[in-house]
């Protein structure tokens, strides 16, 4: 098993940036895929970046460009770092990790893009 704990999230105003951390708690080598996704107010959770063990990156098409996910197998951690940010970016943000014995979830971080 692993162990996600998110961080970094809060208020922002539109136009900034914030960037979201998720430490592991053990080694990532491992692990297949990580990734972020994101639940809006009322609304599903949705993809919005993931990062494959190879280093190959995907991301939801409304981040693409402005949103840039990263890992850093020294420290055990994923990166999202989220720029030119939008109202409808606010959601709670949770990281995401599999790997050959299941998925994981952390308990989520709070985003709100608002003036």
């Known amino acids: 098993q692993v162990q996600l704990v998110e961080s970094g999230g809060g208020l922002v105003q539109p136009g900034g940036s914030l960037r979201l951390s998720c430490a592991a708690s053990?080694?990532?080598?491992?692990?297949?895929?990580m990734g972020w996704y994101r639940q809006p107010p009322g609304k599903q959770r949705e993809l919005v970046a993931g990062?494959?063990?190879?280093?190959?990156?995907n991301y939801a098409e409304p981040v693409k460009g402005r949103f840039t996910i990263s890992t850093d197998t020294g420290k055990n951690a994923v990166y999202m770092q989220m720029n030119s940010l939008k109202p409808e970016d606010t959601a709670v943000y949770y990281c995401?990790?599999?790997?050959?014995?299941?998925?994981?979830w952390g308990q989520g971080t709070q985003v709100t893009v608002s003036s």
């Open positions: 990062i494959s063990s190879g280093g190959r990156t």
């Open positions: 053990r080694s990532i080598f491992t692990i297949s895929s």
């Open positions: 995401n990790a599999v790997d050959v014995r299941g998925e994981y």
